[in-house]
């Protein structure tokens, strides 16, 4: 990796994004601002996953059931405690992801590879039923709504969130937990987990409780993934039982494949990518661009057949994804 | 009382009969993964459009048992297709990418089915219109036959594994393929026609399953999850398993509805998954592992 070789390099690349994604909220148009506010907090949960993908190689398809509980736990929070709280909410949020993660983790750890895709798949499911039929605690299909609460310091300071202000806190948190991910990847504890994804029998043999491992992992991965969820629904004001679907999931494995797994920065750029991709597919898809070149027939296709052709092209020809791509190409 | 009992007799019909369309769902998953190691996320996808070959077919030729023929190998021979082009460009890597192609195939398909079909869910008639008399309740004849049909389905490919050259091929690949290789069996056709089978099996059960509950674009998921289920509890790779696991979650969620919305009822079958991964994760109808 670049970044163990060169610690200047590193510092000084991560020094420049954060200027540039400090300043994009002050200069970007309303639309755009939003959109990369967005883009960091999907990359949150793509990073999260990226733990297990990347690094335990452990391939989770339910990662919605950590994101969705982490907003149901924030609408919790603010709908319930008075004056509402942004740190109680962010405390609720991560109760109630860890506490799914658990019984996840638990579970879904006695199994290894396709099994565990499976599991956590199923599990998440669990959840989404669970969370749509009990319509007395959470809204059922309508979901929950609520207002934001005050970005607030008791005694210290305290302000409105302004889109802005969001974006800046969000930029905190996320970078934040990338450079915890990152030291988490690079600890004693992060190199068991790697080694378990190049060889288990042997990790295991050497005398490590491979299971122990994995459980904690799959629970720090669905922390930050509850993390996610939180600063998603202070962003949007609502819970949803969409997002607890099986379709987040997928779409956060999407942002590994394509960003690169085993990178952390990667599912970010995947998620940037595959979401810039969409509006732009969803914006060629509407008859104002299609009827005056003849494809009036593709007329309100999704946007996501043709992101799909991509994820398999990607798949098949260019596994390391775009960011292990651009270093092959730089070392080159 | 007599009530009840009659009420518990209906539901453990239903259960086999959806047992039946699950066991011809989660077996074309099984057989695909234990011959050839892929995990196909994209069945749940062919039997939808399956389903909407049949809606098609119906339309074009009236006949219901000539569409559910005509969907079967029409969806087989794109199986085939979509195996060689996406599965068998991966042969030899991770099967873990396998899941990931065919994950995405099933994004292009549903989103497509959706473009192509509309949201609205489309109905196919029933070709036995038939009922009879059950604690003064009047069943479906179609039920019943749908439930032997998947039966004689399932039996018909089981007979083909255990006789005639291509059954010997498969399981010689299975076994080993390189071995197979060598002794002069078309591994590669071998694998693409098995695919191409557990393609044609899923489009079957959909238009089977057609008149239950109407066609749409996200019926997909629906069964491919019941099937996972179905496929982890009966064991990866196990034929009988599957069968068996089927019926029996099939059942449990019958029963369960009974008291609990069908929506609900699901959470039965993830209650089993979870005692079943606790107690035999190897599943539950397979000889114990070594």
Known sequence: MISRRHPVIFWSVFTVAMALLVVAPLVLPEFWRRFVTEVLIWGLLAMSSDLLIGYTGMISFGHSAFFGLGMYGAAAALLTTRPANLWVALLYGLVAAAGV??????????????????????????????????????????????????????????????????????????????????????????????????????????????ERYKIVAVMLSGLFAGLAGVLYAIQNQFAAPDFVFFVVSGQTVIYNVIGGVGTLVGPIVGAAF???????????????????????????????????????????????GLLGFAKRWLNR | MEELLGQILIQTINGVVTGMILALVASGLTLIFGIMDVVNFAHGELLMLGAYMGVVMLA???????????????????????YVVTLRPLIGRDPLTTILATFGMSLVLQNYALWQFGAVSRKINEPIVGHFNLFHLDYPWYRVAVAFLSAGIIGGFWLFLKRGTWGIWIRATTQDRVMAQAMGIPVP???????????GMAAASGVLFGPFGGVDSTMGLNWILRAFIVVVVGGMGSLAGSVLAAIMISLLEAYASLWVSPSQAIIVSFVVLILTLLWRPTGLFVATPK
């Open chain 1, 101 to 210: 993660a658990a019984f996840v983790a638990y579970f879904s750890t006695r199994l290894r590879d396709i099994y565990f895709a499976i599991t956590t798949l199923i599990f998440s499911q669990i959840f989404y039923v669970i969370i749509f039929t009990s319509t007395k605690w959470t809204g059922g299909e309508n979901g929950l709504n609520f207002d934001q609460p005050a970005l607030a310091v008791p005694g210290l300071f305290s302000i409105e969130f302004t889109p802005e202000v969001l974006h800046w806190f969000v930029l905190a948190v996320v970078a934040g937990s990338y450079l915890l991910l990152r030291r988490i990847t690079q600890s004693p504890f992060g190199m068991v987990l790697q080694s378990i994804r190049e060889n288990e029998a042997r990790t295991r043999a050497i005398g490590y409780p491979v």
């Open chain 1, 274 to 320: 595959f979401l810039l991709l969409s509006e732009a597919f969803s914006r060629l898809f509407t008859a104002t661009y299609l009827d005056p070149i003849g494809l009036h027939g593709l007329v309100g296709m999704s946007y996501l057949v043709p992101l799909g052709v991509i994820f398999i092209l990607m798949v098949i020809f260019m596994p390391q």
């Open chain 2, 60 to 82: 074009l030729t009236g006949s219901f048992w000539l569409a559910l023929v005509a969907a079967t190998l029409l969806i087989a021979i794109f199986g085939a297709l979509m």
């Open chain 2, 189 to 199: 056709w071998v694998l693409t026609g098995v695919f191409a089978i557990g393609a």
